[in-house]
């Protein structure tokens, strides 16, 4: 199965080509069986590979290799150090235990959104596009964590944000669908330029562009830590996933694409696709390790995007916002943990992350679904009995994300909380950070059910009588998740707890690297203690979420009024999308104004000059020649009809003129004659 | 015996007659029997000379003139049927094609 592991991308895109070729025509019914039944296989296969990888010898266990072709022979050049480099970029598939994880949460949790889109688009229109554009997703994403270098990355890098602005305009009917889907397709082509850069130095710094080669080469001691051209790398690199990753300052436009369709929210903006910056930052985790700087960058921008974007999510009040945000929120944790030289912890909160929100996004797409399209939860309330499945499911994932003991969010929250406190790279400041937006992390999920599932209902009449339980093409995708949002951690159980952190074991050839400074040593009792203190916090967290919206539901109301500037602030979201249009969106609706102005003005007027003056000169060669040339002519003709007018005359052209002019003429010749 | 000089005369009447006609009448055909007239007055002399000086050259000529004078009557009215067909008119003042 390895030796056809290009299989595993190769299905979704032949379901994207059936669909987007053929699907106009066909049933809802061979719709789904080929693009649900593709990715299906997909995953299957991605099992049989990771089966059999794990059944290498111990020598091959670190990477498997697969060479396909050659698409770039670039040819000999000269890198920045003088040396010659020859560039080849290769068509490749690597699996590592790192792009093992990617792939199985890909296929894996890919499927199950799959499975569940036939039962949320069931009614809606468009539904061959749909899954084309999934399938193509899927494709794509696939090609992005089993690629074996950065260009092929990048291609699959490309092919996601593709993929999220044709799903985010699906309703491209309605406007603000069509905005959003600008939106996120223009924020992240920013970040793609820093991508593109990083790649392009790096080809100039290492002459390739394989992961392994570069690894290798960064592992090797060539480059001092701290070396500036590999913090620039880093950097550019790391702009490049904050743009794909939705971090600051590049996240803005993670939230408007909620406007896609509910499973898209939770395949591409939970799942997968935002988390390919983690995968990146922790693939290139080598150089980030020569490189202190870009190290606590990233660090400070995760923690910074965590508590930022939690603050936000504490306030919203349309369901998928609060969502929307927690995944920038819970994406900047990633981000923290890599930042602090844990890549694993990253890798592993991206796993868990993956289930878990996924769970949550399918799920609120349930309750809307139940709601007939309500997204709003001041509308809804006392759900629990009513669509009872959701319901629990949703709990399920609830508990997950905000840490509740031995599910899967919390291993992979306190490992990262741990190692943000006791790694060389981090700091107590990053703890506390982390620790206070896990408090938030539990507060809004809980004020997120509790408004949806208990209290009173506030749903409107027409809407209640419609309210249903989604079908099992639903539920049992949530079920599934569930499950995985449960069990998902326990690969990764830590040693305090007395388990074998099998994870972290699988991960570590990955991530060894000499040049990362050595983990100090620690006591049991402290990562115990700590991960009794972020517990206590969740629990704080759901506490308050339960006074305020369960137990005395008034205090909130009482609460926003008292803290009426700070909360108008946050319901806002800082207002940041209005900075950012009079910073720079209007900047460059300026710019693209004056442009088109020295257009029209320059470019425009000195080709209409130009034009202006060839007519002129016409203009001027046309009287020149009617009235000069012309002129002398017409002169001539003139003069010679003038001087020729008596001779005219006399030519009437009448026979008998002529004859008296002979009568008179004899008759002068007569008198001449007679007179002498 | 008549006198020379009333053949004379009677030639000279003539003669004026046909150029007035000639010179004066818009009708073509009329010009054309007026130029009968100059010829005919042009025999007359002729035959009053012949007599005068007893020679029969004279009358000679005028056999020529009166031959000639048939010749050029067809011809001219040819001439004039022709035309008449092109510019349905005989009247000589349209006739100008003669003119640059």
């Not at chain 1, 289930?355 to 349930?366: D, N, R």
């Not at chain 1, 759901?542 to 500037?565: E, H, N, S, T």
């Not at chain 1, 425009?604 to 130009?610: E, H, P, Q, R, S």
Request: aromatic content about 14%.
């Amino acid at each position: 199965m390895l030796n056809f592991i290009w299989l595993i991308p190769i299905f979704p895109l032949l379901g994207a080509a059936i669909q987007l070729f053929f699907g106009r025509r066909s049933s809802n019914k061979a719709v789904s069986a080929v693009s649900v039944g593709l990715p299906g296989l997909s995953f299957a296969w991605a099992v049989g590979c990771f089966i059999q990888f794990l059944g290498l010898p111990e020598s091959h266990q670190h990477v498997f290799h697969k060479h396909l072709y050659t698409w770039l022979p670039a040819g000999a050049f000269h890198l920045s150090n003088g040396s010659l480099g020859n560039l080849n970029v290769n068509v490749g598939m690597q699996l590592d235990p790192l792009s093992c994880v990617m792939v199985l949460v890909v296929t894996g949790v890919g499927f199950l959104i799959h499975v569940y889109s036939i039962g949320y688009m069931a009614h809606e229109g468009g539904y061959y596009r749909f899954f084309g554009y999934l399938n193509l997703f899927m494709f794509s994403m696939l090609v992005l964590v089993l690629a074996d270098n950065y260009l092929m990355m990048f291609v699959g890098w490309e092919g996601v944000g593709l993929c999220s602005y044709l799903l985010i305009g699906f309703y491209f009917l309605r406007k603000s669908a069509a905005d959003a889907g600008k939106k996120a397709f223009i924020v992240n082509r920013i970040g793609d330029a820093a991508f593109l850069l990083g790649v392009m130095l790096m080809v100039v710094t290492f002459g390739t562009l394989d992961f392994h080669t570069i690894t290798e080469a960064a592992r090797s001691g060539q480059f001092v830590v701290g070396s500036g051209v590999i913090t620039t790398i880093c950097i550019l690199l790391f702009i490049g996933a904050t743009g794909k990753s939705a971090q600051i300052p590049l996240y803005i436009w993670l939230p408007d694409a909620m406007e896609g369709p509910t499973p898209v929210s939770a395949l591409i903006h939970a799942a997968t696709m935002v988390t390919a910056g983690v995968y990146m930052v922790a693939r290139l985790n080598a150089l980030y390790a020569l490189s202190p700087t870009a190290l606590a960058l990233v660090a400070g921008i995760g923690a910074a995007t965590a508590i930022w974007a939690a603050s936000i999510g504490l306030v919203q009040n349309d369901i998928k916002r609060v969502l929307a945000y927690s995944t920038v929120s819970q994406l900047g944790y990633m981000f923290l943990a890599c930042g602090v030289g844990a890549f694993t912890a990253g890798v592993f909160h991206l796993m868990t992350h993956a289930f878990f929100k996924a769970l949550l996004f399918l799920g609120s797409g349930s309750v809307i679904h139940a709601m007939s399209g309500e997204q709003d939860m001041r509308k809804m309330g006392a759900l629990w009995h009513k669509i009872p499945t959701t319901a629990k499911t949703m709990l399920v994932g609830t508990l997950a994300i905000s840490g509740a003991p031995l599910l899967s969010g919390f291993f992979s929250k306190d490992e990262i909380l741990w190692q943000s406190f006791s790694s060389p790279y981090g700091n107590k400041l990053l703890w506390v950070v982390g620790v206070v937006t896990a408090a938030m992390t539990a507060f809004y999920m809980f004020r997120l059910f509790f408004l949806t599932f208990a209290g009173n209902s506030r749903v409107p009449h027409e809407v209640e009588h419609h309210i249903h339980e989604s079908p099992a093409a639903m539920t049992v995708p949530l079920i599934c998740l569930a499950v995985g949002a449960v069990g998902a951690g326990w690969v990764g159980w830590p040693k305090v707890l007395g388990g074998a952190n099998w994870f972290e074991k699988f991960l570590e050839p990955v991530f060894e690297n000499p040049s990362a400074r050595p983990a100090l040593d620690h006591t049991w009792n402290l990562e115990f203690g700590l991960m009794f203190l972020s517990v206590l916090v969740a629990l704080m967290g759901f506490l308050v979420a339960y006074r305020w919206y369960v137990k005395q539901p008034g205090i909130a109301d009482r609460v926003a009024a008292a803290a009426g500037g700070i909360y108008n602030l946050l319901l806002h979201k800082y207002y940041i999308d209005e900075i950012y249009d009079a910073l720079f969106v209007n900047r460059a609706k300026d710019l693209g104004s004056a442009l088109a102005a020295f257009d029209l003005g320059v470019i425009d007027g000195g080709v209409n000059g130009a034009g202006w003056l060839t007519r002129m000169s016409g203009e001027i060669s046309c009287l020149w020649d009617t009235w000069v040339i012309d002129g002398m002519v017409n002169v001539v003709a003139f003069v010679v009809r003038i001087m020729s007018w008596p001779a005219r005359i006399v030519q009437t052209g009448l026979v008998q003129n002529y004859a008296w002019f002979i009568t008179l003429g004899v008759l002068v010749f007569m008198v001449y004659y007679v007179l002498h | 015996m008549i006198l020379t000089e009333y053949y004379i005369f009677l030639g000279t009447g003539l003669f004026i007659i046909g150029v007035i006609g000639v010179l004066t009448r818009r009708n073509v055909l009329i010009i054309l029997m007026s130029i009968e007239l100059i010829l005919n007055a042009v025999n007359i002399n002729l035959m009053a000379f012949s007599q005068y000086f007893k020679s029969v050259d004279g009358q000679v000529f005028a056999i020529f003139v009166i031959t000639d004078a048939a010749a050029e009557a067809a011809v001219g009215l040819g001439l004039i049927i022709a035309f008449f067909r092109n510019k349905e008119t005989v009247n000589a003042d349209e006739i100008d094609l003669l003119k640059w």
